[in-house]
């Protein structure tokens, strides 16, 4: 038996065995398409448990590195050059909240910039039309998440340039639930106005053809959703653990 792969003990022994497995996919060790050792043999060479496996088996196949076919086992589904990860984001630590934002930020203002310059009218049209439902699921009173993020996705497919929407598409499944709490105490705190001027600032800018106003209303509404997030924490700090008072019926 080899050792020295045995994780040293860390917050979450899933995701050092998962941080291992995933350095093995990275560095080449596995290919696309090689199957995994299987779950008892990965626990002897970690040195955890079956279950422990199975758990950074799931966190590797939520981040798409591998896919797992019934009684067949786990399998590559990506390389070291299609394999992008955050190392170690911590969901509930406000620095590493603000950290993601800050990428997110860069990211999309950019793109939100390009689109000013090169959207099409029909694409035009499109982020309208998004920005149109953003409003109707407010009036339903409802966070309009999912609206939310079209009305974005939208804009960065008319950046014309399809690594935006890739890079975008994939910080968004991590800051989905930062998102999402931030909105759901917008929701109670009569903050969606503000959302939705934020929006209409971006759509304007676009519609202008102004790179420079469209990146910094893309940045206003971002730095906008750290505050109302920040606002959310430290409201939960005061009352309690805060983990799990949001409504769950958005996103
Ligand atoms: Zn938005």
Known sequence: MIHDDKVARGPSLADSVAAKIRGEITSGAYSRGDKLPTERDLSQKYGVSRPIVREAIGTLKRDGLITTRQGLGAFVVETKEMAFRLASVDLSDALDIQNVIELLMAVESAATALAAERRSPQQLSAIEKQLHSIQRAFDRNEAGIEEDMAFHREIVDASGNPHFREMSDFLETHVRRFIRRARASSLRNAL???VQDEHVAI??????????????????HLRGAADR??????????VGD??????????
């Open 229 to 238: 997030l920040s606002l959310h924490i430290v409201r939960n700090a005061n």
């Open 242 to 251: 805060g983990q799990d008072d949001m409504p769950q019926d958005n996103c």
């Open 203 to 220: 759509f304007k800018a676009i519609a202008n053809g102004s790179p420079q106003e469209a990146r910094s209303a893309a940045e206003a």
């Open 192 to 194: 969606l106005s503000q």
